[in-house]
């Protein structure tokens, strides 16, 4: 039995088998980790990339978008989804576009023309700047779609797809790669902009 074991301590055949299986699972994940990585930025810029055109191409005042559509903003989400698809399999998207009179308006509330009790914040009977004509005080000043001459789009592309690889059974990730694209253009000045409103409620 102490020569078995003895024989068995000295034995090397099989060892590089064991130590190839302890360095293939940290391996096979790292190389598809790196993979995955890789094709998230590839979807990323293609995504941001065919917002970039179609913004581009639909800020003129009869764009000439080759896809089809009842409506401009119909034929724009068309056409990001379609370039986009090419790499970007069993996507589902969320497309918005929001229109601001200028660039100053994205992501804030509307204009106060006056501040009654001087608080800096909208109260009954201030006056505002009504950017999106709704008669009351918003938070946001955009308008959906968009808009018309001279006005500013802020397109956001929001894409989820299932990652290539199932490298979320063994990492702390989602499932899904979440891609967001964003843009902000301002349409061409064909007509006269529409000057909006100063409400007073």
């Known amino acids: 039995m102490i020569a078995l074991l003895a024989r ?6 099989g060892a590089a088998i064991v130590e190839f299986a302890l360095v293939l699972v940290p391996l ?3 190389l598809f980790g790196g993979l995955d ?27 000439g978008i080759s896809c089809s ?11 990001i989804r379609t370039r986009s698809d090419v790499v970007a399999r069993n996507a589902t998207y969320r497309i918005s576009m929001t229109s601001f009179y200028d660039f100053s308006g994205i992501g804030r509330s509307e204009k106060l023309v006056s501040d009654n009790n001087r608080n800096g914040r909208y109260d009954a009977g ?11 005080f918003d938070e946001g ?12 789009v802020f397109y956001k ?8 690889f199932p490298i979320h059974r063994f990492l702390d990730v989602s499932p899904e790669y979440a891609i967001t694209a964003t843009s ?9 902009q529409k000057v909006p409103p100063t409400v007073c409620v």
């Open 8 to 13: 068995l301590r000295r034995a090397q055949r």
């Open 28 to 30: 096979v994940l790292f």
């Open 37 to 63: 990585l890789g094709y998230q930025a590839y979807l990323r810029s293609v995504v941001q990339g065919a917002l970039n055109d179609v913004a581009r191409s639909s800020s003129l005042e009869a764009p």
């Open 69 to 79: 559509g009842e409506t401009v903003e119909k034929k724009i989400d068309c056409a």
């Open 126 to 136: 201030d006056c505002f700047v009504d950017l999106n004509e709704n008669g009351s």
């Open 141 to 152: 000043a955009g308008r959906t779609g968009r808009g018309g001459a001279d006005d500013v």
């Open 157 to 164: 592309v929001e894409l989820a797809m299932p990652r290539l």
């Open 184 to 192: 902000a253009i301002r349409n061409q000045p064909y007509a006269v």
